[in-house]
Structures are given as structure tokens and as C-alpha cells.
């Protein structure tokens, strides 16, 4: 059996099995929300990556009620009294007499309406309010971004391919190999100058498609010399957190 396929393991739940040609070993990685995921070599058996498992039981249970601890305390549970300011718009939560749950952006304001006589932190009306601001804040993303780029391209004399405009999950940024910029949406919950900094971060990969001596040094040139100082500024953002 090679996967990959999920299992039922008892006491753990759905496990996902698969292969991988690059693993040495077998591994078992906990995950928020995707839970278990065990990877194994192409020359091990299902039944020894299954049997590893089992023998690990007591710690993946441990951890996957650190990891369910972690998942509740990183999201933000949205109701009439969450403060939440983008660059163009404010979030706006309130019941209304409808059956359904609306979200509509106008004004300035995301507006986000659950069915009165039910409950604000019901699963179906957070994910829609979490929906509805990553929705605004591509909007958002799509007309201010592209100009920035372009502006800091031109002005340091860097070339870029393409622009993308996307939801990432662990990235604020990445270049491909073919000079291609992909952006985070959640790059607009970032200050001004963290912006700045996620933009030529990427534009110095045109040049240089790794993090060594070359890298830093045009970095730092292109950030007046601040650039260790916005390293540090960012890591207390999160492209998941609100």
C-alpha cells in the first residue's frame, strides 16, 4: 500500500498514510485542523509505518490536544464587539431578521449579519466572517499592491515577471525561478513599512533566488540598513492570525 489514504486509527481518528521518497525514516507530523499525517519510504510497509504509529500513541494524543489548544486560542471568535480596521474598510457584525447569513462590503465597512435567535460563535457564521475578510482584503490586495510593486521595481531598476495576488498559507511572499512575485492578501494587515519590506524581500530574489551574503547585503541597501530590524518586526505578524 503506497497512499496516500486515510485510516481510522482508534482513540486518534483519521490518519493520513503516504509515502515519500524523501523520507529517511518514518514520520509523524501533527497539523492544526489536518491532523495526524504519517510519511514513510518507499521501502518501508504499510504495517511498519501502522505499527510505528500505535507505538507512538500516547504522544501523538498528547499532541493533538496541544495542537487543538493552539488552534483555539490563535483565531479570533468574531462578534458585535471585534475591532477589526483594514486599510479601506472596518468589520461590522450584527443580527438581522433573515434566515441567512449575509456579508456585503460597501461604504467602508464589511458587513457581516447572522440570523437573530442564533448563536454569533456558531462554526458556519465565524468561517463566514473569516471568508468575507480575506474575500475584502483581496479586493484590497488587487488595487494597491500591483502600483507598489511597480513603483519599487522601477525605482531600484529590478525587473519582475508576473504578479500574483493569492492567499498563502505560511508565506507573505515568495519569487519563482522565473522572476514571477507571489503576495500574501494578508499583506495588508501589515504596516506601511512591513509592506515596503515584503516587496523588496522578493524583488532582491529577481537577483538572488536564495538568503545568502548577496541577498542581505542588496536587502539591507534597498531597506536604508533596517532590514534585520523589519526581520524582526514581522514574526510578530502571523498570515493566519486576525
Not at 491532523?35 to 510497509?45: A, H
Not at 458585535?80 to 450584527?94: D, H, P, V, W
Not at 457581516?112 to 475578510?133: E, H, M, T, W
Request: proline share 3%; net charge positive; aromatic share 10%.
Amino acid at each position: 500500500m503506497s497512499g496516500p489514504f486515510l485510516i481510522n486509527i482508534e482513540d486518534i481518528g483519521k490518519v493520513l498514510f503516504r509515502t515519500d521518497r524523501r523520507c529517511k525514516r518514518i514520520s509523524i507530523r501533527i497539523e492544526p485542523i489536518k491532523g495526524v499525517r504519517v510519511s514513510y519510504p518507499l521501502q518501508t510497509s504499510f504495517d511498519e509505518a501502522l505499527t510505528f504509529l500505535i507505538s507512538r500513541k500516547k504522544w501523538v494524543l498528547t499532541n493533538l490536544e496541544l495542537a487543538a489548544n493552539r488552534v483555539e486560542k490563535r483565531y479570533t471568535i468574531f462578534d458585535e464587539n471585534t475591532i477589526f480596521k483594514a486599510r479601506t474598510f472596518s468589520l461590522k457584525i450584527g443580527a438581522h431578521n433573515s434566515n441567512l447569513i449575509t456579508v456585503e462590503l460597501n461604504n467602508g465597512y464589511l458587513k457581516v449579519c447572522y440570523p437573530k435567535g442564533s448563536s454569533v460563535k456558531a462554526d458556519s457564521f465565524q468561517n463566514a466572517v473569516r471568508l468575507g475578510i480575506e474575500e475584502a482584503l483581496r479586493i484590497e490586495a488587487k488595487r494597491l499592491l500591483p502600483g507598489r510593486v511597480h513603483y519599487l521595481s522601477k525605482k531600484n531598476g529590478i525587473r519582475y515577471n508576473r504578479l500574483f495576488i493569492k492567499k498563502m498559507k505560511t508565506r507573505w511572499g515568495s519569487c519563482s525561478q522565473r522572476d514571477n512575485i507571489n503576495l500574501n492578501i494578508h499583506m495588508m494587515r501589515l504596516p506601511d513599512h512591513l509592506v515596503d519590506y515584503v516587496l523588496l524581500h522578493e524583488l532582491c530574489h529577481i537577483i538572488h533566488k536564495n538568503h545568502g551574503t548577496g541577498f542581505k547585503v542588496l536587502l539591507n541597501r534597498l531597506t536604508h540598513g533596517r532590514a534585520p530590524l523589519y526581520e524582526e518586526e514581522i514574526k510578530q505578524y502571523s498570515t493566519t492570525i486576525y
